[in-house]
Nanobody, 127 residues
Framework: VQLQASGGGFVQAGGSLRLSCAAS????????MGWFRQTPGKEREFVAA????????DYANSLKGRFTISRDNAKNTVYLQMNSLKPEDTAVYYC?????????????????????WGQGTQVTVSS
């Protein structure tokens, strides 16, 4: 499956952005989906994940209440709504797709769970 992330940009602290990740090539609804982010010199970190049906979502503890992951299987798209943005949210954001191998949410917090990655979209939050 090919993934194309979009929606990044420049925003002031306290603002909002919605990222989108459009999938093509294979049946989107078979994959669990995730968002990760990365800053220079650091490892890619987990942001949020959503199961194939959209029935379960998980978030990095530090982001709960500000970020919301959702998906529209009819549109082959996963979204990340980011509110109350902070300068420390500045990063390149990546979407990823995972074969549903394991029915354990914690597995999908790790990059190793994911088989396909998008190209990333830059989010910059100014203070």
């Amino acid at each position: 499956v090919q993934l194309q992330a979009s929606g990044g940009g420049f925003v002031q602290a306290g603002g909002s952005l919605r990222l989108s990740c459009a999938a093509s090539g294979r049946t989107f609804s078979r994959y669990n989906m995730g968002w990760f982010r990365q800053t220079p010199g650091k490892e890619r970190e987990f942001v949020a994940a959503i199961r194939r049906s959209g029935g379960r979502t998980d978030y990095a503890n530090s982001l709960k209440g500000r970020f919301t992951i959702s998906r529209d299987n009819a549109k082959n798209t996963v979204y990340l709504q980011m509110n109350s943005l902070k300068p420390e949210d500045t990063a390149v954001y990546y979407c990823a797709a995972a074969e549903p191998r394991i029915d354990y949410s914690g597995y999908y917090y790790s990059t190793v769970a994911y088989d396909y990655w998008g190209q990333g979209t830059q989010v910059t939050v100014s203070s």
